[in-house]
C-alpha cells in the first residue's frame, strides 16, 4: 500500500489505523435496489456502538427522524456499528457494511487505492462550506486524482490520559492534579492499586491492534517513531527505537515490580472503556473523545470522570499522537445512494459546526435524551470556528468540563504527530504480542522482542 502522499499531513491527521485491506475491488454492478422507481431511497447508516444505552439510541432516533421529516424521499435504517481493524477488511468485501460507514483517517487511502470507496467528489463540492475544511484533515480523504472519497465526519482527537478522580481521592491523590509526566504516573498507579485492592491502577490496551496503537502512542511522547518514512515514501521500521523500548519497560516495571496494573492483560478499546467505566482502571490511555462513549455505552458516572494530556518526556521529537473519522460509502452504490449519504454526512456529522440553527438544534437533541454535549476535541475547521460553535451550544453543554480543564487548557498547545502512514495496522498487529509478553512474562526480553517484530515489519513495508 505504498502512498506518495505528504508525509507533513499525515503527521497532522493520523487515524487509529491504516488497516489490513483485502486487495478485491468493492466493485460490482451497483446497487440499484437502494433507489425504487418512485425515487425513494433506503439509506443504511452507522448508528451506535453495540450495547449502547436506551438514552442513546433515543436520541439518535430522534435525530433520524428530524432527518427524515426534512428528507421525505430518504428512508435511513441504522446499523449498529464498532470499527475494528481485524474485521473491517472482511466486513467491507463481504458487502456487510451499512452504507455510510466511518473508518479512520489513515485507512482511506489503501480503500482508495483498491477502488473501495465511492467517489463523492461532486457531492462534498456542493456543500456550502466544502473550502472551510482544514486542508490537512480534508486530504485524509483524498486520492491522487484530488476527489474526496471519504469525508472528514468527527473533530480529530489527540491521544490522552484519561483517568478515575474517584479512585484517585482513595489514594490520596488530588483529582484536580493528574500526572504530568511518566514518572508521576507510575507512583500514582501504586498507590491507587495500593488503596485499592483488585484495581488496575494504570491499565493498557493489548489486543486486536489496539495494543500497537497505544504503544506507539507512549513511544511518540517518549520522542520516538515505529516507523521512519522519507522523501520518496521509502519507509523504513524503527520498532527498537528507544522511546518503545522505555515503554515497555516501564509497563513490566508497574506490571512486576510495582504490581498495579491489576489482572486482565487482555483488553482493547471497547474492553478497556468497560473496565474504566466499572471502576476498575484508575488510568488508561486513548482518544480524547471517548467521554461520548463512555456515556453512551458504558453509563459511567460524570462525577468520576478526568481527563488530561498524555505526559511527554523531554526529548526533543516528543508529541501527541492523533487520530479521526471519515465517513465512507461502498464503490458500488448507485448515485440516488451518493446523493442521499451527503445529505446524511451534511445533517448529522458536519452542518453542526458551521450553522448555529443546526448546532442548537443537534444539542438540544442530545441534551433531553442526556447525551453528552460539549465533549473536548480539536477542530476539524478552524479554532475560531471551533470556538464559535462552542458560544452557540453554550447551553446545552453537560459534560464535566471542569474536570477537564488539564487537558482544554493545553488541548491547543500540544505538539501533535499523526500515526505511521504505511502498512499501519500490520504493525500495530505484530506489536500487540509485544505488549502481551511483557505484561505476561516477567523474563520477557523486550529487546529480542522488538527485534523480531521490527525485522517482520520491514518485510511488510518492503511489499510497498
Known amino acids: 500500500m505504498k502512498s506518495t502522499r505528504k508525509p507533513a499531513a499525515l503527521a497532522l491527521v493520523g487515524a487509529l489505523t491504516a488497516g489490513a485491506l483485502a486487495a478485491c475491488s468493492g466493485g460490482g454492478d451497483p446497487q440499484d435496489e437502494s433507489t425504487n422507481s418512485a425515487g425513494q431511497v433506503t439509506l443504511s447508516v452507522v448508528s451506535l456502538l453495540p450495547g449502547s444505552t436506551e438514552e442513546a439510541v433515543a436520541a439518535f432516533e430522534d435525530q433520524v427522524a428530524e432527518f427524515e421529516k426534512a428528507n421525505p424521499d430518504i428512508d435511513v435504517q441504522p446499523e449498529e456499528y464498532e470499527w475494528k481493524a481485524t474485521t473491517f477488511a472482511a466486513q467491507l468485501a463481504g458487502g456487510t457494511l451499512p452504507d455510510v460507514f466511518e473508518i479512520p483517517f489513515t485507512d482511506a487511502q489503501g480503500l482508495v487505492e483498491n477502488g473501495q470507496l465511492a467517489d463523492m467528489d461532486a457531492q462534498f463540492r456542493a456543500l456550502p462550506y466544502a473550502e472551510q475544511f482544514n486542508p490537512t484533515i480534508l486530504e485524509a480523504g483524498t486520492g491522487e486524482d484530488g476527489h474526496v472519497y471519504a469525508i472528514p465526519a468527527k473533530n480529530a482527537y489527540p491521544v490522552a490520559l484519561h483517568y478515575n478522580r474517584q479512585l484517585f481521592e482513595s489514594a490520596g491523590l488530588d483529582p484536580d492534579s493528574p500526572p504530568t509526566t511518566w514518572e508521576q504516573v507510575r507512583e500514582y ?276
Open 189 to 464: 498507579a501504586k498507590k491507587i492499586a495500593d488503596a485499592n485492592p483488585g484495581v488496575a491502577g494504570y491499565a493498557t490496551m493489548t489486543q486486536n491492534n489496539t495494543g500497537g496503537w497505544q504503544l506507539t502512542a507512549q513511544t511518540v511522547a517518549r520522542g520516538g517513531r515505529t516507523v521512519e518514512t522519507d522523501a520518496d515514501q521509502k519507509a523504513t521500521a524503527t520498532l527498537d527505537n528507544p522511546g518503545t523500548q522505555e515503554t515497555l519497560q516501564f509497563l513490566h516495571d508497574l506490571r512486576w515490580e510495582d504490581e498495579s496494573m491489576g489482572g486482565n492483560f487482555l483488553l482493547d478499546w471497547g474492553s478497556i472503556n468497560q473496565e474504566f467505566a466499572a471502576g476498575q482502571v484508575g488510568m488508561f490511555t486513548s482518544g480524547s473523545d471517548i467521554y461520548t462513549s463512555l456515556v453512551q455505552t458504558n453509563a459511567v458516572d460524570p462525577d468520576t470522570y478526568g481527563l488530561a494530556p498524555i505526559p511527554l518526556s523531554d526529548a526533543p521529537e516528543s508529541a501527541t499522537l492523533t487520530g479521526g473519522t471519515l465517513a465512507g460509502v461502498p464503490a458500488n452504490v448507485d448515485e440516488g445512494v451518493k446523493d442521499a449519504a451527503i445529505k446524511w454526512i451534511d445533517f448529522f456529522y458536519l452542518n453542526k459546526l458551521v450553522d448555529d440553527d443546526r448546532a442548537v438544534a443537534d444539542a438540544e437533541t442530545l441534551a433531553k435524551n442526556d447525551q453528552p454535549v460539549g465533549t473536548p476535541v480539536l477542530p476539524m475547521f478552524s479554532k475560531e470556528q471551533y470556538e464559535l460553535n462552542q458560544e452557540w451550544i453554550a447551553d446545552y453543554v453537560n459534560v464535566p468540563l471542569d474536570q477537564m480543564t488539564a487537558f482544554t487548557d493545553a488541548m491547543f498547545d500540544l505538539p501533535l504527530a499523526g500515526e505511521p502512514s504505511q502498512k499501519t495496522q500490520e504493525v500495530y498487529a505484530l506489536l500487540d504480542p509485544v505488549v502481551q509478553a511483557v505484561l505476561t512474562d516477567e523474563d520477557a526480553d523486550i529487546d529480542a522482542l522488538l527485534a523480531d517484530a521490527n525485522t517482520q515489519a520491514q518485510a511488510l513495508l518492503d511489499q510497498g
